[in-house]
Structures are given as C-alpha cells and as structure tokens.
C-alpha cells in the first residue's frame, strides 16, 4: 500500500471513529442505536451492514451467560445498505447468531472474517437459510460480536463484494466500532429496563381510568415521558366520598424516575387518607404539605428536592358546588353545556413542601352535564411554544371534543393526540368530569330535638319515604340504622339534630347531624353490657359508614348498596 493510500485510509479511519463517537450512544433507545451503527459503517466498510440481538436485550433483560442456547429469540434490529429480496429484514427473526465453527471465535470476543459466505453458510444450513441471511454468492462477511460487561448482546454484520478485497484495517475499525456500539446498546438496555420498571410502578400506583358515579361520570389517561426522558411523578385520583360527593385530583411530583414515582405514591396515598376524612381541600393540602416538607428534610443530602404540584376538588351533587384549593398546579377548564371552555379561577397556592402562604378555596356553581377537564404540565410544556399558545390549543381542543353525549375516555384519547402527540418529554395526564347532580327529589332533610322522644317520630318519617321511594326492602336494616345513630346524637350531641336521607343510583345515605364535636367510635361491648353496640351494627348492615366535621359540629353517615335488580323508578 502507497503511502497516499496509507493516508487516507487513516483519515477514514479517523472520520469514523469520529462519526461514531458524536452518533452511536446519543439515544437511550435500543434500535435507534442499532441504526446509528450500521449506519456508520456503510458505505465506508461496505455495501450492507446488519445488527442481529437477542430479542430480550429490547425490553432491557440480561443476555444471560456467554454462549446462550440455540433456542434463545434473535431478530435483526437494524439494515443499512441495499437489502436484497428475500433477506431477513429489521423486525424479522433470524434463524441464528451463531455460524457454524465461528461461534468459540465470537463468543471469544473476536470479530471473523467468511471469505466465502454464500458456500459456507449452504454447507451448513442449506440453500433457503442461505438467501435469507447473504445478500449474493460473491459476499464476503464480517462479523463482529457485540460484547458488554461479559455479556453477549448480539453481532454486527457487514458484507462486503469480494472483488474490493479486504483491506488491513477493516476489521480493526469494525471491532472499534462494535465495542462502541455494544457499551451503547447495553446502556440502552439497562436504561429501558429502569425506565420499564418506572413506568410499571407509576401505573400500579394509580387508580383506573373510568368511574361512574352518583356525582359524576369520569376518565382518565396517563402516558408516560418518551424514552430518554425519565418517567415523572404524575398522577390523578377520583376519590368517592361521604354523601355521594367525589374529590377530584391532578398532580406532579418534582423529578424524575423511580424517586419522582416514590414520592407521587406517598403523597397521592396521603391524600387519600385525608380525603377519607372529609377534610375541606385547603386543609387537606396543608396536611399534605406538612408530609412533603418531612419528605424534603429526610432526603439525602445532594438528592433531587422533593416536592410536588397539585390542585384538589371536592364536587357534591346535591349542592352542584364544587370547591377547589391549588398548590402551584395548573386551573381546571370548566365546560358548561352551550358555553365556550373557561379557566376555573383559582386562588394561587404554592407548591406542596414549600411551607410558605397558606391555601385558599374558591367554589363554583356547576350545572348538570358540565365537564372539568384537569390536566398536567404535559400539555403546556412544548418545545417552541409559548404556556399561553399550548394552553389556547388546549383549550379549543377541548371545545371541539367535548360534546354532549361524547364518551370522555374518546374525549381525553383526542384532545391528548390533539396537543400532546407522542414522543413528548414529559408525562401526559387529563382528567375529565362530566357533573351530575341529585335532584330534589331525591333528598330529604328534617330538623328535630335532640330529645328521646322525637326517634319514633323519625323512624316513622324514614320508613315513609322510603315507601315513596319504593325501596321497602331496605326499611328494616335502614330503620336500624337511623334509631342508632339518632340515638347517639339524643346521648352525645346538642340541643337539635338533622337528618337527611339521600337516594342515589345504587346507594342510600342516612346522615344524622348535631352541634358537638365528640368523635363516634365502635366499642367491643362486653355480654354485661347494656349498650355499646350501635355503630357495630351500623357498621354490620351498611356498606361504609363514617363522621364528618363543620363549624356547626360534625355529621355522621352511613350508605347502604342498593339492590339493581329491583331498583325503583324515580319520581
């Protein structure tokens, strides 16, 4: 070799070494690293290049062991070159990584040269094996294993016309390159399998996506950061509630991963618990921010912050009010029948863990059929895109898909393909709501003495209008019901007691309400007791029951399932 050929062989060699260090390695994605190699590699090396994996290195297992069995799935993950017809092509299965005598050279470690491929590969697997895996019968191959931390991810092939003749840094160059690709590969395996784990965790720790009840119908979607991205900490929550009221939750933990997952578990379980209290919202975040703050100071030192946004809502729908408190998340759009969409307004609160201003409520009036539509960063946080401009698309999206009658699963599947199409770098959550309300009808409400003497007179009025209701059935473990917990508030309670019945599609709620703040508990009555049994058997023959608290003094309620099969047909 001249001396001019020797120089530009070794400015070849250093153009690619160079274009496979700016290229191979950039995607934390398994086949996108696959291309980037093969594409290096030809035509510089070659007329065609191919990269063979075990079919589990894409979901981010190990390639267990350095020789694995036969029987373990292959398939070609990239091509680059002119692929001649017949030739198994990316996406396909391959018969095998191994080639015959060459498999102790490649699980060596080293990079074999097939002078004559075609007549090889014929000898060994027949003619119909052959022409799936040599472009042509003057085909030189060059394989070059792919090795990472002791493992054995799969092969680089390139092939070459014999005719061009080998060259003496051929296979150098493709064994520094393979080394290259093969510590990227593997970084992009280990990277899916975290990422794989983030996502499996985060969609564990959230609810489903639809729900159905007396106060409204409801869906939900959740898509995770594109690969690369790192998983992040939202999360949304639709929480049934005392009286047939629902809370409502949107949220983001700070960070990313399995840490920003972590935290968005604590906090949504947090929530959850306090929720279940019938706390108002802006209580309930500053309960919530307490347990962030607690969060942030047990983190270690140098860790990302913890902390997280979120925006919380109760709706009750015999009031149709809805009251609303936000801790540095995004307003709510509101949908009202034959109205454009309008931004809830919401007294700005800081984000959980910052302990800084106290919370605020607002409370909206909600028409029957009207849709909150909760969303996350996701839809605001576009390259190129100005918060105001991703929001007014939003926004009119919503107009366009939110029709009456429209399922909101379709609904929350468009307006998501609409403004936040796939490959976003951050999560993607929407929760819509479309509001029912409880017709007066269906509710009653009597104020008596908390004296003995008026639970007859209850009872006879419970048992009424459930004949009115048409739900006789239920009188009995209802009667029982309504007697224990009006008895504890003519024992416990003040100078007059309300009662409320509420029927809904399948519950029956009994409220029983007085002006103390004693908190009722269910005691283990001995046999020489003579009371101490109401809220156990309360609590025998309902579905739930539970206490409540106002300024006025506390409420406690108990909601009985009601039977489909024989279900009344409403006034």
Known sequence: ???????????????????????????????????????????????????????AVSTGEDAEGLSPPPQRTIA?????????????????????????????????????????????????????????????????????????????????????????????????ILQEIASRGALAVDNARRYMREHATAVGLQRMLLPRGTTDTDAAETAAIYRPACEGAGVGGAWFDVIPLSSARIGLVVGEAFGRGLAAT??????????????????????????????????????????DPVGARCVYAVYDPVTSRCVLADAGHHAPVLVA??????????????????????????????????????????????????????????????????????????????????????????????LCARTRSISAADTVRWVFPARAE???EIRRLVTEQ??????????????????????????????????????????????VGDGRSTQPRIRRARSTDEGGRGLFLVSQVTERWGCRFGPDGKTIWAEQRLDRTHESVRA
């Not at 009188?475 to 309300?498: C, D």
């Open 76 to 172: 070609r993950f990239a091509v680059c070159g002119d692929l001649p017809e017949g030739m198994i092509t990316a996406g396909e299965r391959v018969p095998s990584l191994s080639i015959g005598a060459y498999d102790v050279a490649l699980t060596a470690g080293n990079v074999v040269v097939i002078e004559d491929a075609w007549e090889f590969i014929t000898s060994r697997h027949g003619i119909e094996p052959t022409r799936q895996m040599v472009p042509d019968r003057v085909s030189r191959g060059i394989v070059a294993p792919l090795f990472a931390r002791g493992r054995l991810l799969g092969v680089v092939i390139v092939w070459q016309d014999r005719a061009r003749g080998l060259r003496p840094d051929d296979v150098e």
């Open 337 to 430: 029948p034959s109205r454009e969409p309008t931004l809830v307004e919401l007294p700005p609160g800081p984000p959980l863990g910052e302990g800084r201003t106290p919370f605020e409520t607002a409370e909206v009036e909600l028409e029957p059929s009207s849709v909150l539509v909760f969303h996350g960063s996701g839809f605001l946080d576009r390259q190129g895109d100005s918060a105001g401009a991703s929001l007014g698309r939003l926004r009119r999206s919503i107009a366009r898909r939110c029709r009456a009658g429209r399922s909101l699963a379709d609904v929350c599947r468009e307006v998501v393909k609409d403004t936040a199409p796939e490959g976003e770098s951050t999560d993607v959550v929407l």
């Open 1 to 55: 070799m001249g001396a001019e050929n020797k120089v530009e062989r070794l400015r070849l060699r250093v153009r690619l070494m160079y274009e496979a260090a700016a290229r191979i390695g950039v995607h934390l994605d398994v086949r996108r690293t696959a291309q980037d190699i093969v594409d290096v590699v030809v035509p510089a090396l070659g007329k065609l290049a191919t990269v063979d994996l075990y079919e």
């Open 466 to 511: 459930l004949a009115v209701w048409r739900l006789d059935e239920e009188a009995f473990a209802t009667e029982l019901v309504i007697s224990e917990l009006a008895g504890n508030a003519v024992r416990y309670g003040g100078e007059s007691m309300t009662v409320r019945l509420i029927r809904g599609k399948d519950l029956l709620v009994c409220e």
């Open 454 to 456: 008026a639970v007859p």
């Open 262 to 303: 972590a935290t968005m578990g604590r906090v949504r379980a947090a929530m959850l618990t306090l929720a279940h209290l019938d706390l108002e919202p802006d209580e309930l975040l500053t309960h919530v921010d307490d347990l962030v703050r607690r969060l942030r100071g047990e983190a270690e030192p140098g860790a």
